[in-house]
T-cell receptor
Framework: EVQLVESGGGVVRPGGSLRLSCVAS????????MSWVRQIPGKGLEWISSSNWNGGNTNYGDSVKGRFTIFRDNAKNALYLQMNSLGVEDTALYHCAREGLFGYFDLWGRGTPITVSS | SFGLTQPPSVSVSPGQTATIPCSGD??????TSWYQQRPGQSPVVIIY???IRPSGIPERFSGSTSGNTATLTISGTQPVDEADYYC?????????FGGGTRLTVL
């Protein structure tokens, strides 16, 4: 089955760090660009980071630039998001998403929730 | 970066046509996609590259772009179409989502 499964979410104190993982199955990760997209409960979608097929080109949204790092291990068919200096505003459900040609998201994971709270 | 603006809500009667606009500076020069998200579920792409419908998406969904406005049209809206809809645009260094539109079928 073609799917993405995220893990690594949880509760963390402000200023803390977390690393999210996204494991792909049913397809080769290195055939695709990938992104992380988050959603605050009851709110809209926010793109936060993308990586091209080999990690050689990465991009970040303004709200996470300098704090989050996207990277991938194609040999493990896995995408990661290292999140540092977390704040309460980072509380959300984090999805990984596969990118089709010209940047649309054709496959989404179910997401992993992060709560930043003291 | 650029922003995309959608109306927060749209209401339509069953069987009628629903239109959801998405506006943004220079949107016309960027590929636009649309997503449907039902409560408790992940988004699903219903239109990509302005007007292409993925396999399995009903023909009643269509997309168009004119100037700086992209529009999602749902013809013959059904109760099952009640959901949140998001537009999204792609640029080589960024991806941007609209704020989302809650479609109510009543």
């Amino acid at each position: 089955e073609v799917q993405l499964v995220e893990s690594g979410g949880g509760v963390v104190r402000p200023g803390g760090s977390l690393r999210l993982s996204c494991v792909a199955s049913g397809f080769k990760l290195d055939d695709f660009g990938m992104s992380w997209v988050r959603q605050i409960p009851g709110k809209g979608l926010e793109w936060i980071s993308s990586s091209n097929w080999n990690g050689g080109n990465t991009n970040y949204g303004d709200s996470v630039k300098g704090r989050f790092t996207i990277f991938r291990d194609n040999a493990k068919n896995a995408l990661y998001l290292q999140m540092n200096s977390l704040g309460v505003e980072d509380t959300a459900l984090y999805h990984c998403a596969r990118e089709g040609l010209f940047g649309y998201f054709d496959l989404w994971g179910r997401g992993t929730p992060i709560t930043v709270s003291s | 970066s650029f922003g995309l603006t959608q109306p927060p809500s749209v209401s339509v009667s069953p069987g009628q046509t629903a239109t959801i606009p998405c506006s943004g500076d220079i949107l016309g020069s960027k590929y636009t996609s649309w997503y449907q998200q039902r409560p408790g579920q992940s988004p699903v792409v219903i239109i990509y590259q302005h007007d292409i419908r993925p396999s399995g998406i009903p023909e009643r969904f269509s997309g168009s772009t004119s100037g700086n406005t992209a529009t999602l049209t749902i013809s013959g809206t059904q109760p099952v179409d009640e959901a949140d809809y998001y537009c999204q645009a792609w640029d080589i260094n960024t991806r941007v989502f609209g704020g989302g539109t809650r479609l109510t079928v009543l």
